[in-house]
């Protein structure tokens, strides 16, 4: 029964490795909150996918490249894992480093977020998991859970404890081969370019707390045992991170004048990647100072990629790449002679350098080449109208109930269509916030009614006669212009009848100005239940009233309209004040035609005003029309 019960030492490599696995949660909340609200989700699919196919890979061929017995110190070969026929404590190291190759792999999620195609980062996965990071791996770690050492750089003294430069550094490297590749995002730099925030950094700040946690497993459990080393690395490590953070907050807030979030979260993270290489070695003050070192050098990094215009997104390259040399050169620096296989920390240092050089000519020239090679086949980056949308929808035809909400808002701002509401489902994180938006809508709207109705009030004063609710001069002039145009293009004819009301300043003399404009009101009315819908009647002015008959049919016709005017407008109107009589005198001017001449309308309506005249001489009451002048024939 005893045979059965797993020792301490693999419970506790166990234990680490589920430690570690959080991480991923950890990658997936500070991701998703630096990132704007439409690619949150397509950058937590990521982390997921990386985690899936990193296993898969690991498990396929990566564990028997990286631990498999060496070639020459080179690889192993690339076998299945048939940890169903492994010992338990076998089985206990292939997890646990199943979830160091996971975590090589999501250190690139966030570097390359809001642009990259989902298949493009699938391919970046398999590049990381399934080649770089078990080959690098070998030369450092291969034999090191049997306590041998068999990779050629570990041959030489290489030391990397936890991974700052075989994890982080060679996530890092492959992260910045994949965001020169990609280039920035659109309106990140350049001439209008602007600093991009994220959308949740609550968020971002739990994914660190996280990481955190999920690092106590990852340097910890890296002693493949529970022996007295795990207290003083979990402790380390803590301190670690926390002076990381200080590093970077205080970098951050001397360069900006305000403490910032991406100081405080990169710096922790720094922290805790420099402490990988030598946690197991050091003591707190060296674990003080190396996490605040590490922190400005994540910080100072950040600016020199914003200087280069290297979109980087989170700030993975610096945290983990940078961070991560650092730590790697800290163990000649820190630790005790007498523990480094050198004996001496000039030679430590010089082999620590050789190292992260190697691993980083191999990491990034051939990521480099290859996505490079790939991105002539398989762009790797989204459509600029892709990046628009944001990748949630684009990459996957998933939404939330804020990215709708924001889609709506920015259509509305593009288009300034605002005449219908958001639709947003209720009882959602997004509902109230569309409440207040459709009620701002709303006063915008009411607003816009109330101006639009003001304007229209004035175009109205502007063109219409204020007495009768006829087209005014002006409005009428505009009219015999469009009239004549038409004319001219279609060889029709048009008329003009100019009409002056025979007998009403004697109403005026004699009623007063009230009746005269009431009898002015009921001409208007009669007018307008004459003429045709297409046919504009107008005020000229004073007792002066005109026609404008857009199309002439016959000429025949235009007489009978004539002769209409005249007999409903020579009449008694009955007045509150009396009885007051008046007739009409018209002239009509007809214009158009294939022969006619052109004229101007001031020439039309001077012609209809003489003929009115002639009307009036002729013994009022009744009509005279001119016809429109034609060309002479030579």
């Not at 076998?90 to 690139?108: D, L, N, R, S, W």
């Not at 699938?122 to 049997?146: D, E, K, Q, R």
């Not at 360069?255 to 946690?279: D, E, F, M, Q, Y």
Request: net charge negative; proline share 3%; glycine share 10%.
């Amino acid at each position: 029964m005893d045979a059965d019960i797993l020792s301490p030492h693999v419970a506790w490599v166990l234990l680490a490795a589920f430690l570690v696995a959080v991480m991923q949660a950890g990658f997936t909340c500070l991701e998703s909150g630096f990132v704007r609200a439409k690619n949150s989700i397509h950058v937590a699919v990521k982390n997921l996918m990386d985690f899936c196919v990193s296993c898969f890979l690991f498990t396929l061929f990566g564990f028997g490249i990286m631990f498999g017995p060496s070639e020459m110190g080179l690889f192993g070969l690339p076998t299945l894992a048939h940890y169903e026929n492994m010992t338990p404590e076998t089985v206990t190291f292939f997890i646990f480093q199943i979830m160091f190759c996971g975590t090589a792999a999501t250190i690139i999620s966030g570097a390359v977020s809001e642009r990259m195609r989902f298949v493009g980062y699938i391919i970046v996965t398999v590049v990381i998991a399934g080649v770089i990071y078990p080959i690098a791996g070998h030369w450092v770690w291969n034999g090191s859970n049997l306590g041998e050492t068999n990779g050629w750089l570990a041959k030489m003294g290489f030391v990397d404890f936890a991974g700052s430069t075989v994890v982080h550094g060679i996530g890092g490297w492959i992260a910045l081969s994949a965001i020169i590749v990609i280039g920035p995002r659109i309106g990140r730099f350049g001439k209008n370019g602007h600093k991009i925030e994220g959308h949740n950094l609550p968020m971002a700040v739990l994914g660190v707390f996280l990481l955190l946690f999920g690092f106590f497993g990852f340097n910890g459990g890296s002693t493949l045992a529970l022996n007295h080393q795990v207290p003083l690395i979990v402790a380390n490590t803590a301190l670690a991170g926390a002076l990381g953070g200080l590093g970077g907050i205080a970098f951050s807030w001397w360069r900006s004048k305000h403490p910032t979030v991406a100081g405080i979260v990169n710096g922790t993270v720094a922290g805790l990647v420099a402490i990988c290489a030598n946690a197991n070695l050091v003591s707190a003050i060296d674990s003080m100072i190396i996490g605040f070192v590490a922190g400005a050098i994540a910080l100072m990094g950040m600016e020199l990629l914003d200087k280069y215009e290297i979109d980087d997104v989170i700030g993975a390259v610096p945290a983990h790449l940078f961070a991560g040399m650092w730590g790697t050169l800290a163990v000649a620096l820190f630790i005790d002679p007498e523990n480094l296989p050198t004996g001496n920390m000039l030679s430590q240092l010089g082999i620590q350098t050789f190292g992260i050089i190697v691993i980083g000519l191999f990491s990034m020239p051939l990521s480099y080449v290859l996505f490079r090679a790939i991105d002539k086949f398989i762009p790797f980056r989204v459509t600029p109208e892709e990046e628009r949308v944001g990748l949630n929808i684009a990459e996957h035809e998933a939404s939330s109930s804020l990215l709708d909400l924001i889609t709506q808002m920015d259509f509305q701002a593009r288009t300034g269509n605002f005449d219908r509401n958001v639709d947003v489902e209720a009882e959602t994180e997004a509902s109230e916030i569309a409440t207040f938006y459709n009620a701002v809508l709303r006063k915008v709207r009411t607003e816009s009614e109330r101006r639009q109705a003001a304007m229209d009030q004035l175009t109205k004063l502007a063109s219409t006669d204020a007495l009768t609710g006829l087209p005014n001069r002006r409005s009428f002039f505009e009219a015999i212009h469009r009239a004549m145009s038409a004319a001219k293009r279609n060889y029709r004819q048009g008329a003009i009848l100019f009409m002056d009301l025979d007998g009403f300043k004697a109403v005026n003399d004699n009623m007063g100005h009230e009746a005269g404009d009431e009898v002015l009101k009921r001409v208007a009315e009669r007018i307008n239940s004459i003429v045709r819908d297409n046919d504009i009647p107008a005020r000229m002015g004073g007792d002066e009233f005109a026609l404008l008959v857009t199309e002439v049919e016959t000429l025949d016709g235009l007489k009978a309209l004539a002769d209409r005017l005249i007999a409903d407008l020579c009449d008694t109107f009955e007045l509150p004040q009396g009885n007051a009589e008046i007739g009409v005198s018209v002239g009509v001017a007809v214009f158009g035609g294939s022969k006619a001449v052109h004229e101007e309308p001031e020439q039309v309506i001077h012609r209809a005003d003489e003929a009115m005249y002639q009307a009036k001489l002729a013994g009022k009451g009744t009509w005279r029309l001119t016809e429109a002048p034609v060309a002479s024939v030579a």
